[in-house]
């Protein structure tokens, strides 16, 4: 079982920003920026993403459109920049991160420190706005 299956699944905490029965999306506890979120399947620990079915890939991007519009709305921000990596945990996920340039989007750059009680109100404002979607 991998970490964001215990994620998903509430055995290890996390700050959830979005949740349905196939997918979750919670902060990224090393951001780029504040609002930086991950986005997975729930019942799939696949680590490749072009390995999910089609009716899972489809439902996953879907998943994380209506994420992104969140954290546009919750996180100032010029866009909402998307990354498929899969190198760190082998679980398919998608970065989400809130951008004001094209080099927010650089993983080798320096990583904002982000207070706990900041990132819970972070994800306490995507929620909200996920909610209203």
């Given at each position: 079982m991998t970490i964001f299956t215990k994620i998903a699944k509430g055995e290890i905490p996390s700050w959830k920003v979005a949740e349905n029965?196939?997918?979750?999306?919670?902060?990224?506890?090393?951001?780029?920026?504040?609002?930086?979120?991950?986005?997975?399947?729930?019942?799939?620990?696949?680590?490749?993403?072009?390995?999910?079915?089609?009716?899972?890939?489809?439902?996953?991007?879907?998943?994380a459109r209506k994420v992104a519009l969140a954290i546009k709305a919750a996180v100032p921000?010029?866009?909402v920049g998307v990354a498929v990596l899969g190198m760190e945990v082998p679980h398919t996920h998608i970065h989400l991160v809130p951008l004001q340039t094209e080099g927010d989007l650089d993983f080798r750059k320096e990583h904002p420190v982000i207070a706990p009680e900041r990132q819970a109100a972070i994800a306490a404002a995507i929620l909200a706005e996920y909610e209203k979607l």
């Open positions: 029965d196939s997918f979750y999306a919670f902060l990224d506890i090393n951001p780029l920026a504040p609002g930086h979120t991950l986005v997975i399947p729930k019942n799939v620990e696949d680590d490749y993403i072009f390995h999910l079915d089609e009716e899972t890939y489809a439902g996953l991007w879907a998943f921000c010029k866009r």
